[in-house]
């Protein structure tokens, strides 16, 4: 009867442990999402920017730019590691924080992308402005001089009419 009672007991206590607590050595959530933001971006740099560089090796530099993270978030190479393989191995605790590592991607995506363009409204209740009265220029009207009709040698044969001429009028 006692043992039972014992093993109640302690299955008790082991079900009312806190499930958001971490182990020691473990990064916190948001810390951790900090660091692999970082990290993430680093990564980026160095297939962007650095591997197109023939005179640096990509990975020497790309584990330069982990150090100066790790000593900017004041943590080891071996503390993140440690978390990293924590989280990896805890689907629930990873997915929430990549989830917002994208969401925050996306947001510096189109920060960059939209930043400089002006938001203009798309219907305008203002009245457009008048317009002046535009000017008029008066312009030479052509006339007509009527031509005479050019007889041929052989008077059967009806008149030939040539084109009248254009002439411009005077002012």
């Known amino acids: 009867m006692k043992v039972l009672a014992l093993i109640i007991l302690m299955s008790w206590l082991a079900g009312c442990t806190d499930k958001?607590?971490?182990?020691s050595g473990i990064l916190k959530k948001e810390k951790m999402q900090a660091v692999l933001w970082d990290i993430i971006q680093a990564e980026s740099y160095t297939t962007l920017f650095v591997k197109k560089d023939s005179l640096k090796n990509a990975p020497v530099e790309n584990v330069k730019l982990q150090q100066k993270i790790f000593a900017i978030h004041k943590i080891s190479r071996e503390e993140f590691y440690k978390s990293?393989?924590?989280y990896t191995g805890h689907a629930e605790l990873m997915r929430?924080?990549?989830?917002?590592?994208?969401a925050k991607g996306e947001r510096e995506k189109y920060k960059t992308l939209y930043n400089n363009i002006p938001i203009t409204p798309a219907i305008s209740l203002m009245p457009l402005p008048a317009l002046p009265p535009p000017i008029l220029?008066?312009?030479p009207i052509p006339?007509?001089?009527?031509?005479q009709p050019v007889q041929s040698a052989d008077s059967t044969k009806r008149p030939v009419f040539t084109r009248p001429r254009l002439i411009p009028s005077q002012f």
Do not use: A, G, V
């Open 143 to 147: 006339s007509l001089t009527p031509q």
């Open 96 to 102: 929430p924080m990549l989830d917002s590592i994208t």
């Open 20 to 23: 958001e607590s971490l182990p």
């Open 84 to 86: 990293y393989d924590y």
């Open 137 to 139: 220029i008066p312009m």
